[in-house]
């Protein structure tokens, strides 16, 4: 049978741009859940304090095409959501005009349909429910346990937290941050750079740059009317 360094040694070799916590985190995912082989980290000169890092070298990003090559190696930027995902947008095109294929990672524990369509660089962890006809684009990350439904398009760079629910035909434009259980109405369009804060029920159309915040839950006591019938309603008290 083969060992570890004869399949390491068959794997696509990578490089990934981000020595922070999610570029340790893809490396794992990409180390034990894909066909590539992550060989370096790469960081921005001014940022890098230390040579090596989760066992692999540091490598500033002005001698990476001289040491690893893009004829060679391909790359993948493991960047969170800083400037409303501006950060990894900026180092997606820089490590892209240096020459590099940028991979994709989508988890083998998600449920997704052969007609998917995704981009380069993107980001996608386990127990995704992806229908049929959605779109996603370049540079999207999208976090674990979402509902992504049929037809619906996720544009360039966005990021989507965990347990978001979007329903059918909808549009999250470029940029966007979804916070945690958000919920989006069917056929509707999110415009560029939206911050969706968490547990936001959005129903309608949203223009670019704005904020959608929550409505907050509302206690009623056990001492009004009101909480009396709904509890007696559904629970027959």
């Not at 991979?103 to 996608?124: E, H």
Request: glycine share 6%; proline share 4%.
């Amino acid at each position: 049978c083969r060992t570890d360094k004869t399949e390491s040694s068959m794997k696509q070799k990578i490089v990934i741009f981000g020595t922070g916590e999610i570029g340790q985190l893809a490396k794992f995912y990409f180390q034990h859940d894909s066909d590539f082989d992550v060989v370096a980290f790469v960081a921005d000169d001014a940022f890098i304090k230390e040579s090596t890092s989760e066992g692999l070298p540091v490598v500033p990003v002005s001698e990476v095409v001289k040491r690893y090559p893009p004829s060679q190696f391909q790359a993948h930027v493991a960047l969170s959501y800083k400037k409303i995902n501006e950060t990894r947008k900026e180092k997606y095109l820089h490590m892209k005009s240096l020459g590099y294929t940028l991979v994709s990672y989508v988890c083998s524990k998600s449920v997704f349909w052969p007609d998917l369509k995704i981009g380069d660089n993107c980001f996608i962890l386990e127990n995704q429910t992806i229908q049929p006809t959605v779109e996603i684009g370049n540079n999207v990350m999208i976090w674990s346990g979402n509902h992504l439904g049929h037809g619906c398009k996720i544009l360039d760079h966005a990021y989507l937290s965990s347990h978001i629910c979007i329903s059918g035909h909808t549009v999250i434009g470029e940029q966007c941050f979804v916070g945690v259980n958000s919920t989006f109405k069917d056929f509707i369009t999110i415009g560029k750079r939206v911050f969706v804060t968490m547990g936001a029920d959005v129903t309608k159309d949203v223009p670019d740059d704005a904020v959608i915040l929550p409505s907050p839950s509302k206690v009623i006591p056990i001492e009004d009317e009101f909480a009396q019938k709904i509890r007696k309603r559904y629970f027959n008290l």
